[in-house]
Structure formats: C-alpha cells, structure tokens
C-alpha cells in the first residue's frame, strides 16, 4: 500500500522528507574516511597551501566548463537557423557546485546522495551535470541532501536531439554506466555513429543544449520496424564526485 501510494499520489513526499533527514547522518558518517584522509594528506603535506589552492582552482573549472557546454549546441543552432542571430542569445543560469557523499549500494538503481538540500534552494527536477555532460536530476529532497537519478538509471530517458540535424530522440538508461538506448528510431532517420546527442529541452525538465551522449553503434536486424541504436554518455557516471546543480530562471534564490 505504501509503495502504491508514493508512484500514484505525493502524500509520502513530506514523510520521505523527514526519513532523508533523519538518514542524512548517515551518509556523512560514510564519507567521513575519506574526509578524514584528505584532511591528514593535507596534514602531512608541506605544500597543503598550495593543494587548497589547486582545489579551489579545480572548482572554479568545473564552474566555468559547466557554463560553457552550451556554447557548441548554440553553434550548431547559428548554422541551421541563421535568421535567428538577433534573437535573444541562450546563455547558462544559476548553478551551484556540490559534491557526492553517497551511491547506491545496488547495480539496479542509479542514484547518487549529494551534500546540498532545500536549505541551499534545491528542489525536485532539477537538473544536474559534471564537467563534461548531463549527469541526471534531482528526484528526493532533504533539508541539507538530495538524491539524485542518473541518467544511466533505467527509469530514466532524456529528451534529446542529434546536434547535427535537430533530429529529436529520446535516450534511455540501461543500468550501465557507459551504455544508452534511443527507442523507435525508423530505419529512414537521418542519424549516424559519431552523432553527439544534446538536451533539447522538450518536456520542460532539461535545459536545452547540454551534451548528453554520442551514438556509438546503429544496426537493423532483419525483420525489425526500427533500427538498434546505443550510445556512450558523456558524462562521468561511475567517477564524477563534483557537481553542478542547474537552476532555472523561474528557480528561488534561497540557500545560505
């Protein structure tokens, strides 16, 4: 009954709330090894000064990679839509950078725990990226956590389309961290390997223009209606451990 109500109604949402709340500790208690060793190795290191350094110039990367991603997606747009030019141009919103302090422990569900909350603005469906792509979207909040769906999670599919053409497809996770399927593509579509697949926007949950994945292998069987297609993510599923968290226009501006 419980699990009926939490896909059919949001009547649990404030419980599941509470339950990552209380689970938070958890999550930091597990990471605290790791957390531990880096602050030791920082310690013990003569140069720790400049590691924090190096750190924080690491962050400010991702910051900036992440703001630039959209700009090949807005190339392509120029080229095909040239009476476009003296529109509005489409830039990157808000993000805010956060780090993994937990993963799923089974190979089925593909979530991952981050260190910021509804205290730091955030809030279902958002969109989340790594330094070089579409990472997957905030699905459970919690005052100072939330998880996150992977795009490799096979629940998930993301709205997308061929950045060489504007053909629109839908990618779909597999539970494999480097493998993606898009469904119900005619044998008569223009798409090849190599075709680098972006965000495109549609369904209101992704921002447009963001990479998502590259095709890498189309065939037909015979008999079939539609032709097998598989692709790689971009994104560094299994070993991205800093994120950025997208915001919309419309999002609040809350968090400390």
Do not use: C
């Not at 990618?171 to 090849?192: C, R, W, Y």
């Amino acid at each position: 009954m419980l699990l009926i109500l939490g896909v059919t109604t949001h009547k649990l949402t404030p419980l599941k709330s509470v339950l990552m709340d209380i689970s938070s500790p958890l999550y930091y208690l597990s990471d605290m090894p790791t957390a531990i060793a880096r602050w030791f190795n920082r310690v013990i290191t003569p140069n720790s000064s400049l590691r924090f350094e190096n750190n924080q110039l690491k962050a400010e990367a991702l910051v900036l990679k992440g703001k630039l991603q959209q700009l090949n997606a807005l190339s392509m747009e120029n080229i095909r839509l040239r009476e476009l030019l003296n529109a509005t141009p489409k830039v990157p919103g808000r993000v805010l950078l956060t780090e993994v302090i937990a993963v799923s422990p089974s190979p089925m569900h593909h979530y991952v725990i981050i260190n910021k909350g509804s205290e730091d603005g955030v809030y279902e469906g958002q969109s989340v990226i790594d330094q070089q792509g579409l990472f997957g979207q905030v699905v459970e909040v919690a005052r100072d956590t939330a998880r996150v769906l992977l795009i490799s999670d096979q629940h998930h599919a993301v709205p997308a389309e061929v950045s060489r053409n504007g053909l629109r497809v839908v990618v779909e996770g597999t539970n494999h961290f480097f493998k993606m399927n898009l469904p119900n593509i005619a044998p008569t579509s223009d798409i090849q390997e190599g075709d680098v697949l972006i965000s495109s926007g549609l369904g209101g949950v992704f921002p447009r223009g963001y990479p998502v994945a590259k095709v890498t292998k189309i065939s037909l069987e015979k008999g079939d209606d539609y032709l097998t297609v598989t692709a790689r993510p971009f994104a560094m599923l299994n070993y991205s451990r800093h994120l950025l968290l997208i915001f919309n226009a419309s999002a609040p501006t809350r968090g400390r």
